[in-house]
């Protein structure tokens, strides 16, 4: 089977029919994966357009048609190889080769079919899956000696090696007997048909932001059926009519959502649990992890290899079948990932190049889809961001003089010199934010070599003192000890923080810093003084580069994506030009149902001009003139309005301007006649006391009185801000977003330290690849304004969910009508602008348009 070139159609197995905006975006992600060779595509499909099902229908398609095509091409170099040979000959070989792929493939469908067939009866007998018990004596019951020795470092010595995940050669060589550590071999030979026969597997691996996420697309991955991956008319012949063969998916995480060690799994932190865990594995270790993958278990692990792929499962599935088993699902998935054509995993998981060769995942020829991309350059720097605050600092050491007083003299050699050596670390941090909390200015960027000048620090090895830290598992143990000293002495409830993880954490970016790297400090408020340093990597360039380099293609799909420019620069600096595709897909909705305009001035002809920027947005006539546009708005918009912001301050800004009463005569504020059109919620940021009203409580308020039987203030009005809580991920569809008002432009403070290190980062290195001075100012000034759109964009996409809605959306801000800054929009955001200087008409001019829009919704 050739592969079809660009004009030829294909058929993508859509449930549905699909829309021509899908049909664009399925055959532009088809072609990017079949021209591979590090093909990148950066694609933009509006939320509602279904952009997760046309992911899944494309690049399963093309995954199927490769894999048929690598039968029929390993075919022909049979031929070739027989050359010269009689056609008999040739023709037994042919058959002999046909018949022992094709059985490979029947025994595999076979037998995952009746696991599927399993699954299901359970289902329909609704029986209740067994909580796991570790029976009375496996995990514990030690006398309260042991409880306090095993909190005892014992490293040294040199004898117990570890790989990268702490676990020791003799638990490495036990799961490679189990087929957890050298799976591979027996996997291709068993799959023989998935690669290309030099070594190089075809999988696509598809990651997003959350778990949630993630979900929705299994969710989605389960509804096309796709032809099988061997040759229908080779099945044909074989008498196998209208084969279909389902979707192997794998879904990989942390152990803290896979963990089903109860002893181990309510230690709550991702730290605390890798660490307990790995400590369970190694020799010297008392005990071992009921759960663990061993040869007493090898049955259920391989039937846990078996039911994932024949079942597409989510995380919860993962779960509940490894329980079911009582085998565990963070270390029996692995064995899944060969025979798997999907594997979807949370960003962390993929971005970070130690957690992917942890997990066994190799890009190489794979394809890697990033989905929600358009927040992907901030999860890079995510990744590898790390903190520590003063307060912590002081709780650490006081840990450690507890840890030392108790374990001190037990200490030998080697133990007792790392001890030590931690403790002069927290020291020397400790003085430096001590003594920066009392100079005068509330952040700036700390200089490395200067944290760790007091006590001798700056003399100590702290690529040694780490890797001491990660064998010994000493922070897992000192906090164990103290945890458990303290609940001995008093039963009131304490903080859960990891101290000494953190710690830990800030140190590895210590000892990783680069150039594109940068250590700061910030003052906190509070009643309590605290200040913190914290390390962020200002570019992503070369932490994704591995991704990039490795992989046979890589897609990166949003919602809202543009600007483009930026993922091209940070992410692929030296892709050539043949090899990135950019599409910006048209709504699915119809024309009429959107509604765009941008508002530049309160009158006709530029007068009472919107500009919020930071010099000018605090003028109160401005924010007055603001309040009786929406006031206006309120009047003609049914159902819901949402209302975005710069930031939170100045939402708090222009709340206090709106709520005081206006003149002499103290007539009523333009926040209570807003009150009096439409019920009014409003977002907080947590940092300032909005933990107390969640998200969900908020959007729980606001649908209730937007949905409310009698209606009698017609809806509801949502105060949000661009970036905040309520921004993304969040389904304001129909009648809770018939109008999104988008107030100003979030451009980021670019006096704030952070900013200042980027933009100058970006300057130079504009300037190191020859670029002008002016040239790497236009460079930064654009990475600049495309942050704050992309944001923008972001907010804009929480209206218009599906075919069906419609919605307005006001842009009040003269600069959006910038030629500059409407290009970074949306294309079917600048698609729905009509007419020319309509910006120019004022609140009139808005109120005309948004009136015959909404009439004509009625």
């Not at 009375?136 to 040199?158: A, I, T």
């Not at 865990?277 to 290899?305: G, I, V």
């Not at 934010?433 to 620090?457: C, F, H, M, W, Y």
């Amino acid at each position: 089977m050739a592969a079809p070139t660009s004009e030829e159609p294909i058929d993508f197995h859509h449930p549905y029919t699909p829309y021509p905006v899908q049909l664009e975006f399925m055959r532009t992600v088809y072609d990017v994966l079949e021209r591979g060779n590090g093909q990148v595509g950066i694609l933009e499909s509006p939320t509602g357009t279904g952009k997760s099902l046309s992911l899944i229908c494309s690049a399963i398609t093309w995954l199927r048609n490769h894999k048929r095509n690598g039968f029929d091409a390993g075919l022909d170099e049979t031929r070739r190889q027989m050359v010269g040979e009689p056609e008999w000959m040739v023709e037994t070989a042919l058959r002999r080769k046909r018949e022992e792929l094709v059985g490979k493939w029947e025994e595999r469908e076979e037998r995952l079919e009746r696991l599927r067939r399993k699954e299901k009866e359970l289902e329909e007998r609704g029986r209740e899956r067994k909580r796991v018990r570790v029976e009375e004596g496996q995990m514990g019951g030690r006398k309260e000696v042991d409880e306090e020795e095993e909190f005892l470092v014992v490293v040294g010595g040199g004898e117990d090696e570890r790989d990268e995940e702490g676990l020791s050669r003799e638990t490495r060589e036990m799961m490679v007997k189990v087929g957890l550590g050298g799976w591979k071999k027996e996997e291709e030979e068993r799959d023989g048909d998935e690669g290309d026969g030099e070594g190089i597997k075809w999988q696509i691996y598809y990651t997003s932001r959350t778990h949630s996420q993630l979900t929705q697309f299994i969710s989605e991955l389960r509804r096309p059926k796709f032809p099988p991956s061997l040759p229908v008319e080779i099945l044909e012949k074989d008498g196998k009519e209208e084969t279909k063969e389902t979707v192997k998916e794998i879904t990989l995480s942390s152990r803290q959502k896979l963990c089903i060690n109860p002893t181990v799994a309510r230690l709550g932190s991702v730290s605390a649990i890798n660490d307990r865990c790995t400590e369970l594995q190694q020799s010297k270790s008392k005990e071992k992890c009921a759960f663990m993958p061993n040869t007493e278990n090898l049955k259920q692990a391989h039937q846990f290899r078996d039911t994932t792929l024949a079942t597409v499962p989510d995380i919860e599935d993962m779960y509940r079948i490894g329980k079911q088993l009582q085998v565990c699902p963070y270390y029996a998935s692995r064995t899944a990932i060969p025979g798997a054509e999907i594997i979807t995993l949370p960003y962390p998981l993929l971005l970070q190049k130690n957690a992917r060769e942890a997990l066994g995942i190799e890009l190489e020829g794979s394809v890697v889809i990033i989905d929600e991309a358009h927040n992907i350059m901030d999860a890079v720097a995510n990744v590898y961001a790390a903190d520590i605050r003063l307060s912590e600092l002081r709780r650490g050491r006081q840990m450690l003089g507890v840890y030392v007083k108790r374990f001190g003299k037990k200490l030998k050699g080697e133990n007792r010199v790392m001890v030590a050596q931690i403790g002069k670390v927290v020291e020397s941090l400790k003085d430096w934010l001590e003594t920066q909390l009392q100079v005068k200015g509330d952040q700036g960027i700390a200089d490395p070599n200067s944290l760790l000048k007091s006590r001798g620090a700056d003399q100590i090895n702290l690529y040694t003192l780490m890797k001491y830290i990660q064998d010994s598992k000493l922070a897992y143990k000192i906090e164990s000890y103290v945890a458990h000293a303290e609940d001995s002495q008093d039963s009131s409830p304490k903080s859960s923080t990891p101290v000494l993880h953190t710690l830990v954490s800030f140190l590895a970016a210590l000892t990783n810093l680069s150039t594109e790297g940068r250590i700061f400090y910030e003052k906190l408020p509070g009643d309590n003084p605290d200040i913190k340093l914290s390390y962020l990597l200002l570019s992503p360039t070369h932490a994704f580069s591995s991704i990039a380099s490795s992989a046979r293609a890589v897609i990166l799909a949003g919602g809202t994506m543009s600007p483009f420019e930026d993922y091209k620069a940070h992410l692929f600096p030296e892709l050539p030009g043949g090899k990135l595709t950019t599409l910006s897909c048209g709504h699915v909705i119809p024309e009429t149902n959107l509604f765009v305009h941008t508002l530049a001035s309160y009158k006709p002809g530029g007068l009472d001009t919107f500009e919020f920027s930071f010099g000018k947005r605090s003028d109160k006539t401005m924010i007055k003139n603001l309040g009786l546009m929406l006031l206006n708005i309120c009047s003609v918009a049914p159902d819901g309005v949402v209302v975005f912001f710069p930031s939170y301050g100045y939402l708090d800004e222009v709340v206090g301007v709106w709520q005081q009463g206006e003149g002499e005569g103290g007539g009523k504020s333009i926040w209570e006649r807003l009150e009096a059109k439409k019920p009014l919620f409003r977002d907080v940021s947590s940092l300032t006391g909005g933990v107390a009203s969640s998200t969900d409580d908020i959007l729980g308020q606001y649908s209730t009185a937007v949905d409310a039987p009698d209606r009698p203030h017609r809806g509801a009005v949502l105060f949000s801000v661009i970036g905040g809580r309520l921004s993304e991920g969040i389904n304001f569809s129909d009648a809770l977003c018939r109008l999104v008002l988008i107030v100003g432009l979030p451009y980021p403070n670019l006096h704030s330290p952070e900013w200042k290190a980027r933009i100058e980062y970006l300057e130079s290195t504009c300037v190191a690849r020859g670029g002008s001075k002016e040239e790497a100012k236009v460079e930064a000034r654009e990475f600049y304004e495309n942050a704050a759109m992309r944001a923008v964009n972001q907010s804009i996409g929480r209206a218009v969910r599906h075919r069906g809605d419609w919605s307005g959306i006001v842009l009040v801000d003269r600069r959006y009508g910038m030629d500059r800054v409407r290009g970074k929009l949306p294309g079917w955001i600048r698609n729905g602008m009509k007419g020319e200087g309509m910006d120019n008409r004022g609140v009139a001019g808005l109120m005309g348009g948004l009136g015959a829009f909404f009439r004509g919704k009625a």
